[in-house]
Nanobody
């Protein structure tokens, strides 16, 4: 059984930093990519960042230049560091893992808030 466990939501001050994590279990050898999307109320999911098994990285325009995605050596846990947060970063963040066999699996959403 494949499963993703994401870090919980956080409250961060404007200009602060946030570190997200996402741990995958089950069929690990078939993971081809991991990453995050985010979703504001009434809107579709927006790309935050993804990283492939080969290390290719893609960032969404709204976080490019202030975010870093990485994964551990076992390629089962992804991490996302976001800096210089602003109110537009208030969203529900969803991690995902793409499996060659199962397709895209989503983790539970986590609400992150930026407020002073």
């Amino acid at each position: 059984q494949v499963q993703l466990v994401a870090s919980g939501g956080a409250l961060v001050q404007p200009g602060g930093s946030l570190r997200l994590s996402c741990a995958a279990s089950g069929s690990i050898d078939s993971i081809v990519a991991m990453g995050w999307y985010r979703q504001a109320p009434g809107q579709g999911r927006e790309l935050v960042a993804t990283i492939t098994i080969g290390g290719r990285i893609n960032y969404g325009d709204s976080v490019k230049g202030r975010s870093t995605i990485s994964r551990d050596a076992a390629k089962t846990t992804g991490a996302l560091q976001m800096n210089n947060l602003n109110p537009e970063d208030v969203n529900v963040y969803y991690c995902h893992a793409d499996y060659s066999r199962w397709g895209r699996i989503w983790g539970q959403g986590a609400q992150h808030t930026v407020s002073s």
